[in-house]
């Protein structure tokens, strides 16, 4: 998990939200890889499945104690390693040994009470406390007990009788303890794999509770592995998102999408919540292949090998590498993967943002043929006018009365929405800046009239070097007044409706 | 009457050197030796390395800690195994050290052991809370002042001083040095409110304006020396988390905006200034106050240097007793002599005690 968790879709937001209780089941979970096969994702989903039943059944205060067991779980790998190495063990690897059996009897009698033990199977490790815990006191401390050896027993009630021999004492104690250690050690190789397999099953619970309880706390859902390699997603959010809006007291709008065989392009309205529809995929993605909770009402999603999120404006500086070229390399990286014969998820976010009009049309228009291979799911942000003959083509709704609408519609050609200056106005954008854009699109759409004395017009600057209202405000694409390729649709008209 | 009874009345006690071969490690086995521990259960840890037989730094003859059977004791794996007594662990912690995780256990047997506990204060504070929550009644700290250790001593609630003349064979020298410690060490507590906003703060220079308000000043660091008050004529009370030098005092002092402005520093540890300085800065009518208190409850000398210079002990205790208007012990001496401040006069009563640790009580 550690490749993906740094992604700027929000994966570590979603993990660092788990209520995780052992610092070893953190470790482990980050060192997990990701399941790509759905066997794997649905048997991971059947397990945690059975710990939201569980958390509905049992009371709060069962499961805070469930959990301050599970803060106990610590990484003695290296402990176990010794063992099964049959080396002798020191007082401090007896004592980690004795507290890992003791903790695991305990969370195996719950897990059984609750009947989860078929779902998660803890070793059964009465036979190390036996060995560890002669006097039956059931105690999660350790030292070689007198128990072991009656000549042992003797020698220390001497050397409390005598403190003056202690020394002299205390070096033919040590050698009996040694003795007594090696002899539990050897007792308790056969157990070494039994160790592992109960620090891996207690690391597995902690984790499944948390994710349990993460559903139950977010409104997360169980997802579906999708058959035919098409990913639908109904009401789906982003946990991170909507949460920064609810601190400002605003709600997230769910959006819902389908996508997977044809390229999939999202156009709208700056504004329209596109970029975070791609975070939101991405993330999901990632949840689903690492087994979490889905944020969605329900979600039938497909395994893939490989996920690439590739959102627009990240600049290496490090590398010395422009925004531009940082994307180029980004957006190279999933090509190459796609002729691999991998099965790839690409969410692209606004490629070729930062160049002229007319080469990132052309650039866009490419790329959607150039990765529309079988093994390639696409879903694509652009503001550009594309050839819709290739890809799906969705568009958010867009402003309505005033309000944004964040649904996705389909759209039947390439042609984008024109709602820059609307959204810009109500932002409360300068209104001199707005409307002299406004009077550029009108006079762009209708190249007879005169620049000068059109309608009253007064284009400041008259000098005429057209304002570029950003690189992605849009303007019809034969507007030959423009700097805009037309290798797409024909002209509607331009500039807010 | 000596010590051992106030040091019941608290729930933790740090024993601080002012300097190496001052006879902490000797003021810790007193303590350690006459708590009862039938009636209360006690703890000790280290923040450092102590316990060693030789000086790590001066290689002369040092005593080892030695504990009763029955008490706690937390200290690192590598001397964990090292241990000479025989004890069962009750914790492995996740706290790690140079010298491997800190563990916990009780001595089932009296002996000698090397402490060498958490090395953060952070670390230290969760074991502190560890052994209380535990049950145990009393917590003992092995303190170091040394300038390099993180965890700082004051997070205890009592505190016993050692000093001596390692620190300096100078007897007006180490008097005074003594004195000027001991008065940082009682600077008073900010008030409650203060208290509550500055305790989390780890870092920075901050200031609190007159309506309880906080503010970085994100441009300096207390040991820089450029450093620019401005944007605060407001300023009630001006925080340094780190550490508090001459030149950043001398800066407040002759600053006529800050001239009522309360200073305060998280402990007094954090407080590397001159006597001179600080004393300039509260004749001024400059005020300092801390975040963190100790309770002094004794100061003890050892009255030899490892180089082999030996000061009268009786003077040495009766000028410091004149100074710090504390009882000072040393307890180097077969009779261990108390000296008790008379409050009207300037000379002292000394009141010989009989330690068992050297001879019955």
């Not at chain 2, 670390?123 to 250790?149: F, T, Y």
């Not at chain 2, 000061?311 to 004149?322: F, G, I, N, P, V």
Request: glycine share 6%; with cysteine; charged share 25%.
């Amino acid at each position: 998990m550690r490749d993906h968790i740094e992604s700027p879709c929000g994966l570590r937001y979603v993990f660092e939200q788990l209520e995780l209780q052992a610092g070893y089941t953190r470790r482990w979970m980050l060192d997990m890889p990701m399941m790509r096969t759905g066997e794997e994702i649905a048997q991971s989903y059947a397990v945690l499945r059975q710990f939201a039943d569980f958390i509905e059944r049992v009371d709060t205060p069962y499961i805070n104690t469930l959990q301050f067991r599970l803060q106990g779980l610590k990484d003695i790998r290296t402990t176990i390693k010794n063992l099964g190495q049959q080396a002798v063990l020191d007082d401090i690897e007896l004592f980690e040994v004795k507290h890992l059996a003791i903790l695991a009897v305990d969370v195996a009698e719950r897990m059984k009470a609750h009947g989860l033990d078929q779902a998660i199977a803890v070793p059964d490790l009465n036979e190390v406390i036996t060995i560890l815990d002669p006097d039956g006191l059931k105690m999660a401390t350790f030292y070689v007990y007198d128990s072991y050896c009656q000549e042992l027993r003797d020698l220390r009630a001497q050397m409390r009788q005598n403190p003056s021999r202690q020394e002299e004492l205390l070096a033919e104690c040590a050698e009996i303890e040694e003795g007594v250690r090696r002899d539990l050690s050897k007792q308790l190789v056969p157990f070494a794999k039994a160790l592992e397999e109960a620090q891996i099953a207690m690391a597995k619970i902690d984790m499944n509770l948390a994710k349990a309880l993460q559903i139950k706390q977010l409104g997360l859902c169980f997802p579906t592995i999708s058959k035919d390699d098409i990913s639908r997603y109904e009401a789906m959010f982003h946990p991170q998102v909507k949460d920064a809006l609810a601190q400002r007291k605003r709600a997230f709008h769910p959006v819902s999408l389908t996508f997977g065989q044809k390229p999939t392009l999202i156009t709208g309205a700056n504004m329209g919540g596109k970029t975070v529809v791609l975070k939101t995929l991405t993330l999901c993605q990632y949840l689903f292949q690492y087994g979490f909770g889905i944020p969605a009402q329900s979600a039938d999603i497909a395994v893939k090998d490989e996920v690439f999120f590739c959102i627009g404006d990240e600049q290496s500086i490090e590398k010395g590498l422009s925004s531009f070229a940082a994307e180029m390399k980004n957006i190279d990286a999933v090509i190459k993967a796609s002729r691999e014969n991998r099965k790839i998820v690409a969410l692209i976010d606004e490629p070729a943002r930062t160049t002229n009009p007319t080469e990132g049309t052309a650039l866009v228009s490419a790329l959607v043929k150039v990765l529309r291979g079988d093994n390639v799911s696409l879903v694509m942000t652009t503001h550009y006018d594309i050839e819709p003959t290739d890809a799906r083509c969705l568009r958010v709704k867009g402003f309505e009365n005033g309000t944004m609408n964040y649904e996705l519609v389909e759209v039947q050609d390439g042609e984008v929405p024109h709602e820059a200056l609307n959204i810009a106005e109500s932002l409360g954008i300068d209104k001199e800046w707005i409307e002299t854009a406004r009077a550029f699109l009108i006079m762009a759409n209708s190249p007879q009239l005169n620049l000068s004395n059109s309608i009253g017009l007064d284009p400041r600057g008259s000098n005429s070097t057209p304002l570029n209202e950003e690189g992605e405000n849009k303007t019809p694409s034969n507007s030959r007044g423009f700097r805009r390729g037309s290798n797409s649709t024909p002209c509607k008209n331009g500039g807010g409706e | 009457m000596t010590f051992i009874d106030d040091i019941l009345n608290y729930d933790s006690l740090s024993i601080v050197g002012l300097q190496k071969n001052t006879g902490k490690t000797v003021s810790l086995n007193y303590v350690l030796d006459r708590l009862p521990i039938e009636r209360k259960r006690i703890a000790v840890t280290s923040i450092g390395i102590d316990g060693e037989t030789t000086d790590q730094v001066t290689r002369t003859q040092k005593p080892e800690i030695y504990l009763r059977q029955g008490m706690y004791f937390g200290t690192s794996e590598m001397h964990y195994r090292q241990k000479r007594i025989v004890s069962e662990l009750i914790d492995v912690s996740d706290e790690n050290t140079s010298l491997g995780r800190v563990v916990t256990a009780k001595a089932l047997t009296g002996g000698k052991i090397l402490l060498s506990g958490p090395s953060s204060a952070s670390g230290l504070k969760r074991w502190m809370k560890d052994m209380h929550r535990v049950g145990l009644d009393l917590v003992i700290i092995d303190g170091a002042l040394s300038r390099l250790s993180l965890a700082s001593p004051a997070v205890s609630q009592s505190m016993i001083l050692a000093t001596g003349a390692a620190y300096s064979t100078n007897m007006t020298t180490l008097v005074n040095q003594t004195a000027f410690i001991v008065e940082l060490i009682n600077i008073p507590l900010t008030d409650e409110e203060q208290l509550k906003l500055l305790m989390p703060i780890e870092k920075g220079v901050w200031f609190v304006d007159s309506d309880g308000a906080l503010h970085e000043i994100k441009t300096v660091s207390s040991l820089s020396q450029e450093i620019h008050f401005e944007g605060m004529d407001d300023c009630k009370t001006l925080y340094v988390a780190g550490a508090l030098v001459d030149g950043f005092l001398e800066k407040v002092r002759k600053n006529p905006k800050l001239k009522t402005c309360e200073l305060v520093v998280r402990d007094f540890t954090k407080i590397f200034v001159s006597p001179q300085q600080y004393r300039l800065f509260l004749k001024l009518g400059g005020r300092i106050r801390v975040l963190q208190k100790s309770k002094l409850i004794a100061v003890t000398v050892n009255p030899t240097s490892p180089l082999g210079v030996v000061l009268d002990s009786d003077t040495l205790c009766a000028k410091l007793t004149e100074a710090i208007h504390l009882p000072v012990y040393d307890l180097m001496k077969d009779n261990v002599d108390v000296c008790v401040p008379q409050t009207s006069k300037t000379s002292c009563v000394c009141e010989t005690q009989t330690p068992t640790m050297m001879r019955c009580n």
